[in-house]
């Protein structure tokens, strides 16, 4: 073949090639089951592709100026607030770095219930609890941790909270625990456990019970038991706790319930038969730290929980519930569901989910938004005076081509979750905004040190302290708000012992 014609050949299928760069869909095409043809565009070609970062340290940095104190100023509504001089940043500034928490026509008063507990407790001595269901964005106390700690140096309390008899992953950053290996884990999501009946599932979405070799012929007593020992990782409010509190049920034979503390025997009771909820309770003279929990049984009862806690001030719980889509509240007993947060005494339901959903591409998500507002419903339902805040989910990255950006249904799936809260009167905090909106997630993985494991989803510990860190600082700026609201006697002083307990 001559030269020209070889020459002439490529230029022919250059010229093919850029005209279809020209002219592809910048989304690709899609085929049937989720298959979508992609092909190198004119951005991609000569560089101008539409991609948003965040600058990580600016971040980072605006985050380390917003203290409590300053966050408190800032609330004032003052002109011109009077600020550390060591903060060369102007007030408004500062003030826009905090992402607002949102409500349904503007009603902050969603939120006046918790915040006029919180701001009760160091009279009150009382015990308040947050409960913060989440997927596995917070696993391993991830996120929860910080707000925890947060919160209990502000208005009182320790202990981890509520916790399971078995992990189904480690829980070394907040604590460590550890669970003799006869521990059966029954949960309400995911693959569905064909050996439960009903639906008595509680609070944690999920129960323990102990499991014999051979429950046909095996009638010998069983003995499990559950260790809980500080974390060189942990927060000093988690280390340490004032009772503990057992929540069981349907135990058709009495059994032997035992506590330890460091290996010596603090008390021993016989448990009776029950057909329902019950709570035993476990009070200690000083602050522990390290304590063993045994039950002894033939016929054991379900476990629905252990409750770590100071006998006042905030109670955090960390509620990780992997792959799941926040779609189960509907699904458990509501009656044990009702008499456990009465008993636990919940003032504010943090949901935060909506990454399960993101991978599963569709056209719209109001089937989602119809389910995610009926569980929330649910909630207020099952636990009058109890406010809901929902945190949006956050940047998640598909790889397209050479580089990582958002999900294209991203945007749909945080609407479906917003527009769900509002239409139930919950608040809303955009974790996704306060990353950094579009394509920030890239950002925080590749900061240095990173901010977000590989995967493109998930943040890291560090990671996740910072994001924590401004939820919280969102959180606090809406009570200094409240209070200084209240200060102004623009909210009625309400009381209701009966409500408060």
């Known amino acids: 073949m001559k030269p020209f014609r070889i020459v002439l050949f490529f230029l022919s299928v250059f010229l093919i090639l850029f005209a279809v760069a020209l002219y592809y869909p910048k989304q690709g095409i899609k085929l049937p089951g989720n298959i979508r043809l992609a092909f190198y565009t004119a951005d991609d070609i000569f560089g101008h592709a539409d991609t948003t970062t965040v600058n990580i340290q600016v971040l980072l940095k605006d985050q380390e100026m917003l203290t409590d104190s300053v966050i408190s100023m800032l609330a004032q509504n003052r002109t011109n607030p009077v600020l550390p001089d060591s903060l060369q940043i102007n007030a408004?500034?500062?003030?826009?770095?905090?992402?607002?928490?949102?409500?349904?026509?503007?009603?902050?008063?969603?939120?006046?219930?918790?915040?006029?507990?919180?701001s009760k407790l160091p009279d009150s001595r009382r015990l308040v609890r947050i409960m913060h269901y989440g997927d596995s964005q917070i696993e391993d106390d991830r996120m929860t941790s910080l707000l925890?700690?947060?919160?209990?140096?502000?208005?009182g309390g320790s202990g981890a909270g509520l916790v399971s008899v078995s992990q189904l992953y480690p829980y070394g950053f907040s604590m460590i625990q550890q669970s003799s290996d006869n521990w059966k884990r029954h949960l309400v999501y995911g693959e569905a456990d064909t050996t439960i009946t009903h639906k008595r599932f509680g609070a944690l979405a999920a129960f323990c019970t102990l499991q014999y070799d051979d429950p046909v012929e095996d009638t010998t007593t069983q003995t499990g038991w559950v260790k809980f020992g500080p974390s060189p990782y942990a927060y000093q409010n988690t280390r340490y706790f004032r009772q503990c509190r057992i929540f069981y049920g349907y135990n058709p034979e009495p059994f032997i319930n035992e506590i330890y503390s460091k290996d010596r025997l603090l008390d021993a009771e016989?448990?009776?038969?029950?057909?329902?909820?019950k709570v035993i309770t476990w009070m200690f003279d000083k602050p522990v730290s390290n304590l063993t929990v045994q039950f002894q049984c033939k016929e054991c009862p379900e476990i629905y929980g252990l409750a770590l806690d100071n006998t006042f001030g905030v109670a955090v719980d960390n509620v990780p519930l992997r792959g799941c889509a926040g779609l189960i509240f509907t699904s458990i007993d509501q009656q044990l569901l009702?008499?456990?947060?009465?008993?636990?005494?919940?003032?504010?339901?943090?949901?935060?989910?909506?990454?399960?959903?993101?991978?599963?591409?569709?056209?719209?998500?109001?089937?989602?938004?119809?389910?995610?507002?009926?569980?929330?419903?649910?909630?207020?339902?099952?636990?009058?005076?109890?406010?809901?805040?929902?945190?949006?989910?956050?940047?998640?990255?598909?790889?397209?081509?050479?580089?990582f950006v958002s999900y294209p249904n991203l945007e749909n799936v945080k609407n479906a979750i917003k527009n769900a809260a509002f239409r139930a009167g919950a608040a809303y905090w955009d974790m996704h905004k306060a990353m950094g909106g579009y394509n920030?997630?890239?950002?925080?993985?590749?900061?240095?040190?990173?901010?977000?494991?590989?995967?493109?989803?998930?943040?890291n510990p560090?990671?996740?302290?910072v994001m924590a860190q401004m939820f919280y600082n969102a959180f606090i700026y809406e009570y200094h708000r409240f209070e200084e609201t209240r200060k102004s006697n623009r909210i009625p002083v309400i009381s209701n012992e009966n409500n408060e307990r």
């Open 270 to 277: 016989i448990i009776p038969v029950s057909t329902r909820l």
């Open 462 to 465: 560090r990671g996740s302290r």
């Open 440 to 459: 920030s997630m890239p950002a925080w993985v590749n900061a240095n040190p990173p901010l977000a494991s590989k995967d493109y989803v998930h943040f």
């Open 92 to 118: 408004d500034s500062l003030k826009r770095s905090i992402t607002r928490i949102e409500y349904p026509n503007n009603d902050s008063s969603i939120l006046f219930p918790v915040f006029r507990m919180l």
């Open 148 to 155: 925890r700690n947060r919160l209990q140096d502000k208005f």
């Open 338 to 403: 009702r008499d456990m947060y009465k008993e636990l005494n919940v003032k504010l339901f943090i949901l935060q989910f909506g990454g399960n959903v993101v991978p599963y591409i569709a056209d719209n998500y109001k089937n989602y938004e119809k389910w995610f507002y009926s569980q929330i419903i649910r909630l207020k339902q099952l636990c009058p005076g109890a406010s809901v805040l929902v945190i949006g989910v956050a940047d998640m990255s598909i790889k397209e081509k050479e580089k």
